[in-house]
Protein backbone atom coordinates (compact mmCIF):
# COMPACT_ATOMS: atom_id res chain seq x y z
CA UNK A 1 0.00 0.00 0.00
CA UNK A 2 1.47 3.05 -0.67
CA UNK A 3 0.61 6.04 1.12
CA UNK A 4 1.54 10.03 0.62
CA UNK A 5 1.17 13.02 2.47
CA UNK A 6 0.83 16.35 1.15
CA UNK A 7 0.13 19.79 2.09
CA UNK A 8 -1.61 21.07 -1.05
CA UNK A 9 -2.37 24.28 0.28
CA UNK A 10 -5.61 24.83 -1.23
CA UNK A 11 -7.03 21.90 -3.43
CA UNK A 12 -9.29 23.78 -5.77
CA UNK A 13 -6.43 26.20 -6.81
CA UNK A 14 -4.19 22.71 -7.82
CA UNK A 15 -6.31 19.88 -8.73
CA UNK A 16 -3.70 20.05 -11.84
CA UNK A 17 -0.72 18.77 -9.34
CA UNK A 18 -3.13 16.42 -7.45
CA UNK A 19 -3.90 15.02 -11.13
CA UNK A 20 0.08 14.42 -12.16
CA UNK A 21 0.75 13.85 -8.59
CA UNK A 22 -1.51 10.54 -8.61
CA UNK A 23 -0.33 9.81 -12.29
CA UNK A 24 3.04 9.74 -11.58
CA UNK A 25 3.27 8.26 -8.09
CA UNK A 26 -0.34 6.59 -7.88
CA UNK A 27 -1.31 6.79 -4.42
CA UNK A 28 -3.52 3.92 -2.77
CA UNK A 29 -3.75 6.62 -0.02
CA UNK A 30 -3.94 10.26 -0.66
CA UNK A 31 -3.45 12.42 2.55
CA UNK A 32 -3.85 16.62 2.17
CA UNK A 33 -3.91 19.50 4.20
CA UNK A 34 -4.89 22.93 4.12
CA UNK A 35 -7.43 22.22 1.56
CA UNK A 36 -9.01 25.42 2.45
CA UNK A 37 -12.42 24.13 1.19
CA UNK A 38 -15.78 23.49 3.03
CA UNK A 39 -17.15 19.99 2.71
CA UNK A 40 -19.63 20.11 0.96
CA UNK A 41 -17.63 22.64 -1.83
CA UNK A 42 -14.70 19.64 -1.85
CA UNK A 43 -14.11 18.22 -5.89
CA UNK A 44 -15.55 15.25 -5.68
CA UNK A 45 -16.16 14.53 -8.93
CA UNK A 46 -12.38 14.97 -9.80
CA UNK A 47 -11.01 12.79 -7.21
CA UNK A 48 -13.67 9.95 -8.77
CA UNK A 49 -12.23 10.77 -12.42
CA UNK A 50 -8.51 10.51 -11.11
CA UNK A 51 -9.56 7.14 -9.42
CA UNK A 52 -9.75 7.97 -5.69
CA UNK A 53 -12.98 7.85 -4.64
CA UNK A 54 -13.24 7.28 -1.36
CA UNK A 55 -13.27 10.22 1.08
CA UNK A 56 -13.07 11.55 4.14
CA UNK A 57 -13.21 14.97 4.33
CA UNK A 58 -12.72 17.56 7.28
CA UNK A 59 -12.91 21.13 5.72
CA UNK A 60 -13.79 24.90 6.72
CA UNK A 61 -13.95 27.92 4.63
CA UNK A 62 -10.86 29.73 3.50
CA UNK A 63 -8.58 27.81 5.87
CA UNK A 64 -7.13 24.86 6.89
CA UNK A 65 -9.04 21.42 6.24
CA UNK A 66 -7.84 18.17 5.70
CA UNK A 67 -8.77 15.58 3.40
CA UNK A 68 -8.28 11.73 2.88
CA UNK A 69 -8.84 9.91 -0.18
CA UNK A 70 -8.28 5.97 -1.13
CA UNK A 71 -8.60 3.89 -3.90
CA UNK A 72 -10.58 1.01 -1.97
CA UNK A 73 -13.35 1.65 0.51
CA UNK A 74 -12.44 2.22 4.45
CA UNK A 75 -13.96 1.04 7.13
CA UNK A 76 -14.83 4.06 9.18
CA UNK A 77 -13.78 7.78 9.37
CA UNK A 78 -14.07 10.26 12.89
CA UNK A 79 -12.22 13.48 13.15
CA UNK A 80 -11.23 15.39 16.23
CA UNK A 81 -11.85 18.79 17.32
CA UNK A 82 -8.52 19.33 19.20
CA UNK A 83 -8.25 22.16 21.62
CA UNK A 84 -12.01 22.85 21.44
CA UNK A 85 -11.49 25.71 18.42
CA UNK A 86 -13.33 23.76 15.45
CA UNK A 87 -10.87 24.35 13.21
CA UNK A 88 -10.59 21.55 10.56
CA UNK A 89 -7.20 20.10 11.63
CA UNK A 90 -7.78 16.13 11.31
CA UNK A 91 -9.43 13.52 9.99
CA UNK A 92 -8.78 9.70 10.63
CA UNK A 93 -9.61 6.39 8.74
CA UNK A 94 -9.77 2.43 9.52
CA UNK A 95 -8.54 0.72 6.93
CA UNK A 96 -9.94 -2.87 6.10
CA UNK A 97 -6.56 -4.29 7.91
CA UNK A 98 -7.59 -2.91 11.14
CA UNK A 99 -4.87 0.03 10.81
CA UNK A 100 -6.04 3.64 11.46
CA UNK A 101 -4.72 6.72 9.72
CA UNK A 102 -4.53 9.92 11.34
CA UNK A 103 -4.18 12.82 8.83
CA UNK A 104 -2.95 15.74 10.74
CA UNK A 105 -2.55 19.82 10.19
CA UNK A 106 -0.80 21.12 13.25
CA UNK A 107 -0.83 24.90 13.54
CA UNK A 108 1.54 27.05 12.08
CA UNK A 109 2.24 28.94 14.92
CA UNK A 110 2.59 32.52 13.86
CA UNK A 111 6.13 34.36 13.52
CA UNK A 112 6.83 35.18 17.28
CA UNK A 113 7.47 32.39 19.38
CA UNK A 114 6.30 33.61 22.32
CA UNK A 115 2.74 32.13 23.51
CA UNK A 116 2.28 35.05 26.12
CA UNK A 117 1.95 37.97 23.35
CA UNK A 118 1.05 35.39 19.96
CA UNK A 119 -1.67 33.61 20.62
CA UNK A 120 -1.44 31.43 17.36
CA UNK A 121 1.87 30.08 19.22
CA UNK A 122 0.20 29.34 22.37
CA UNK A 123 -2.71 27.53 20.40
CA UNK A 124 -0.22 25.44 18.74
CA UNK A 125 1.81 24.55 21.90
CA UNK A 126 -1.99 23.61 23.13
CA UNK A 127 -2.79 21.52 20.54
CA UNK A 128 0.41 19.82 20.46
CA UNK A 129 0.90 18.93 24.26
CA UNK A 130 -3.44 17.46 23.55
CA UNK A 131 -1.57 15.49 20.92
CA UNK A 132 1.02 13.70 23.26
CA UNK A 133 -1.58 13.01 25.41
CA UNK A 134 -3.69 11.42 23.12
CA UNK A 135 -0.52 9.43 21.53
CA UNK A 136 0.14 8.32 25.25
CA UNK A 137 -3.42 6.50 25.01
CA UNK A 138 -3.40 4.87 21.60
CA UNK A 139 -3.96 1.45 21.76
CA UNK A 140 -4.51 0.67 18.22
CA UNK A 141 -2.17 0.33 15.42
CA UNK A 142 -2.03 3.86 13.72
CA UNK A 143 0.03 5.00 11.14
CA UNK A 144 -0.05 9.59 12.06
CA UNK A 145 0.85 11.49 8.91
CA UNK A 146 0.47 15.49 7.53
CA UNK A 147 1.88 18.74 8.13
CA UNK A 148 3.33 18.58 11.84
CA UNK A 149 4.74 22.06 11.29
CA UNK A 150 7.83 21.43 13.31
CA UNK A 151 11.18 20.32 12.39
CA UNK A 152 12.43 18.70 15.25
CA UNK A 153 15.97 17.97 14.67
CA UNK A 154 18.95 19.74 13.58
CA UNK A 155 19.56 18.06 10.37
CA UNK A 156 15.87 18.53 9.75
CA UNK A 157 16.56 22.18 8.85
CA UNK A 158 19.19 24.20 6.29
CA UNK A 159 20.98 25.29 9.37
CA UNK A 160 20.06 24.48 13.10
CA UNK A 161 21.84 27.99 14.79
CA UNK A 162 20.27 30.15 12.65
CA UNK A 163 16.58 28.64 12.89
CA UNK A 164 16.51 28.59 16.96
CA UNK A 165 14.51 31.46 17.31
CA UNK A 166 12.48 30.87 14.31
CA UNK A 167 8.79 29.00 14.79
CA UNK A 168 8.87 25.62 13.75
CA UNK A 169 12.40 24.82 15.36
CA UNK A 170 12.62 26.34 18.57
CA UNK A 171 13.25 24.20 21.48
CA UNK A 172 9.59 24.28 23.08
CA UNK A 173 8.62 22.76 19.62
CA UNK A 174 11.43 20.47 18.96
CA UNK A 175 11.06 19.22 22.59
CA UNK A 176 7.65 18.98 22.71
CA UNK A 177 7.58 16.81 19.47
CA UNK A 178 10.07 14.57 20.41
CA UNK A 179 8.13 14.06 23.80
CA UNK A 180 5.03 12.83 21.51
CA UNK A 181 7.04 10.56 19.49
CA UNK A 182 8.24 9.19 22.86
CA UNK A 183 4.63 9.05 24.42
CA UNK A 184 3.31 6.83 21.70
CA UNK A 185 6.40 4.38 20.80
CA UNK A 186 5.93 6.64 17.59
CA UNK A 187 8.52 5.11 14.37
CA UNK A 188 9.44 7.82 12.71
CA UNK A 189 9.56 6.43 9.35
CA UNK A 190 11.58 8.98 7.31
CA UNK A 191 14.33 9.02 9.71
CA UNK A 192 14.10 5.29 9.69
CA UNK A 193 14.62 5.37 5.92
CA UNK A 194 17.15 8.58 5.91
CA UNK A 195 18.97 8.45 9.11
CA UNK A 196 20.52 11.49 11.18
CA UNK A 197 22.95 13.37 10.46
CA UNK A 198 21.59 13.43 6.56
CA UNK A 199 20.04 16.84 5.82
CA UNK A 200 15.82 15.94 4.81
CA UNK A 201 13.54 18.44 3.85
CA UNK A 202 10.05 18.96 2.64
CA UNK A 203 9.38 22.08 2.55
CA UNK A 204 10.95 25.13 0.65
CA UNK A 205 9.48 29.09 1.06
CA UNK A 206 7.91 30.76 -1.66
CA UNK A 207 10.07 33.58 -1.05
CA UNK A 208 13.31 31.78 -2.21
CA UNK A 209 13.62 32.96 -5.86
CA UNK A 210 15.60 29.69 -6.91
CA UNK A 211 14.37 27.60 -3.95
CA UNK A 212 16.19 24.35 -5.43
CA UNK A 213 19.49 25.70 -5.64
CA UNK A 214 19.46 27.84 -2.39
CA UNK A 215 18.07 24.49 -0.54
CA UNK A 216 17.23 26.48 2.44
CA UNK A 217 14.60 23.85 3.18
CA UNK A 218 12.47 22.33 6.90
CA UNK A 219 11.04 18.83 7.42
CA UNK A 220 7.57 19.85 8.23
CA UNK A 221 5.73 16.83 6.75
CA UNK A 222 5.60 13.61 8.85
CA UNK A 223 5.05 9.98 8.64
CA UNK A 224 5.14 8.20 11.99
CA UNK A 225 3.97 4.90 13.05
CA UNK A 226 2.86 3.10 16.06
CA UNK A 227 5.94 0.60 17.66
CA UNK A 228 3.71 -3.13 15.93
CA UNK A 229 4.42 -1.47 12.21
CA UNK A 230 7.87 -0.56 12.77
CA UNK A 231 8.74 -3.49 10.00
CA UNK A 232 5.61 -2.30 7.82
CA UNK A 233 7.36 1.04 5.74
CA UNK A 234 9.19 -0.93 2.81
CA UNK A 235 10.02 2.64 1.01
CA UNK A 236 10.26 6.53 1.80
CA UNK A 237 10.80 9.31 -1.08
CA UNK A 238 10.06 13.53 -0.97
CA UNK A 239 8.98 13.91 -4.20
CA UNK A 240 10.94 16.81 -4.23
CA UNK A 241 10.07 17.15 -8.21
CA UNK A 242 6.58 18.54 -7.57
CA UNK A 243 7.86 21.33 -5.39
CA UNK A 244 9.09 22.40 -9.15
CA UNK A 245 5.70 21.64 -11.06
CA UNK A 246 3.64 24.29 -12.51
CA UNK A 247 1.67 26.54 -9.58
CA UNK A 248 3.22 24.09 -7.00
CA UNK A 249 2.60 24.22 -3.32
CA UNK A 250 5.73 25.14 -0.86
CA UNK A 251 5.89 21.73 0.63
CA UNK A 252 6.56 18.17 -1.15
CA UNK A 253 5.05 15.28 -1.01
CA UNK A 254 6.26 12.53 1.17
CA UNK A 255 5.58 8.87 -0.08
CA UNK A 256 6.26 6.04 1.66
CA UNK A 257 5.18 2.14 0.66
CA UNK A 258 3.81 -0.12 3.32
CA UNK A 259 3.43 -3.83 3.38
CA UNK A 260 0.37 -4.56 5.69
Known sequence: MRIITWNINSVRARVDIVKQLVET??????????????????PTGFFEEIGLPHLALHGQKSYHGVATAAK???ADSYKINWCQKGDARHIAIKLANGVTVHNFYVPAGGDEANPETNDKFA?????MDEMTKWSADLDEPSVLVGDLNVAPHPDDVWDHKKLLKVVSHTPVETGGMLEMIDAHGWVDVMREVTPLPEK???????????WSAADKGRRLDHVWVSPSLKGAPKHME????????RKPSDHAP????FDF
Not at 28 to 41: A, G, I, N, P, Y
Not at 123 to 127: E, G, N, R, Y
Not at 201 to 209: D, E, L, N, T
Open 25 to 42: YDPDVLCLQETKVQDHMF
Open 200 to 210: LFSWWSYRAKD
Open 72 to 74: APF
Open 238 to 245: VARDARGW
Open 123 to 127: HKLQF
Open 254 to 257: VIVD
